[in-house]
């Protein structure tokens, strides 16, 4: 009768020697799969396409905002602008459900944003989203 068990692993290595080799074409592997994907990450020479929310695209669509803050600081609602007593006269009443939109000019001081939510605090806006730009 033939024995079933398979006789001893007779190398001479030991366990952790035996598992170092059977990696070792995986490793080869992996390290193959990477080197195919910076190569072939790199031959592309075409630009990537314009996403849909371009800057471009940003540029042309005002945010939908009650308070515009331009770049000078003058304060503008549909195109108009206001002082300290005409804005508060000229937003909608305050609702802690709906805050105040706000959109500023990137240049603007925080010296003329603090006088503004000054303003707009006194008038009962506790509730303000100010709208900005991300980074560039």
Do not use: C, Y
Not at 62 to 85: F, Q, R, S
Not at 106 to 112: A, R, V
């Amino acid at each position: 009768m033939t024995n079933l068990i398979p006789p001893p692993f007779t190398s001479g290595k030991s366990l952790m020697e035996r598992v170092e080799d059977a990696l070792l074409p995986l490793i080869n592997l992996v390290f193959l799969l990477l080197m195919f994907f910076i190569v072939a990450g790199q031959i592309s020479d075409e630009p990537l396409p314009e996403l849909p929310a371009s800057s471009q695209t940003r540029q042309q669509q005002p945010p939908h905002a009650n308070l515009t803050v331009d770049a000078e600081g003058n304060w503008l609602i549909g195109g108009e602008t206001l002082n300290k007593h005409s804005l508060i006269a000229s937003l909608p009443a305050p609702d802690p459900q709906q805050p105040l939109k706000i959109a500023a000019a990137e240049t603007i001081s925080m010296t003329d944003l603090e006088v503004l939510f000054g303003v707009l605090e006194q008038g009962g806006h506790t509730e303000i989203l100010l709208l900005t730009e991300p980074g560039g």
